[in-house]
């Protein structure tokens, strides 16, 4: 998973700096389309992948401010 993670986040920096450069010097119109596409793919494709590979085998609950995590806190004189 890692693998396809950093593979598309080098094909979406690719798309970037190839819309950058046809806004540049080509078609102004077809570098928006593409810098639209690589910004959306970013968004909606690889920060998801991303995010489940981070969260993956990771409990929610140690993350949240419950009664228990706030009196652990306490206990270890974090204020």
Do not use: C
């Not at 998801?48 to 009664?67: C, E, N, Q, S």
């Amino acid at each position: 998973m890692n693998t396809v993670l950093k593979i598309l986040g080098i094909l979406i920096l690719i798309a970037l700096g190839t819309g950058f450069y046809y806004r540049t010097f080509e078609d102004v119109l077809l570098g928006d389309r593409i810098i639209g596409i690589a910004v959306l793919a970013s968004a909606f494709v690889l920060m998801p992948i991303f995010l489940y590979v981070r969260w993956k085998g990771k409990k929610l609950k140690d993350y949240t401010l419950t009664k228990e995590n706030m009196d652990k806190m306490k206990d270890r004189g974090i204020d």
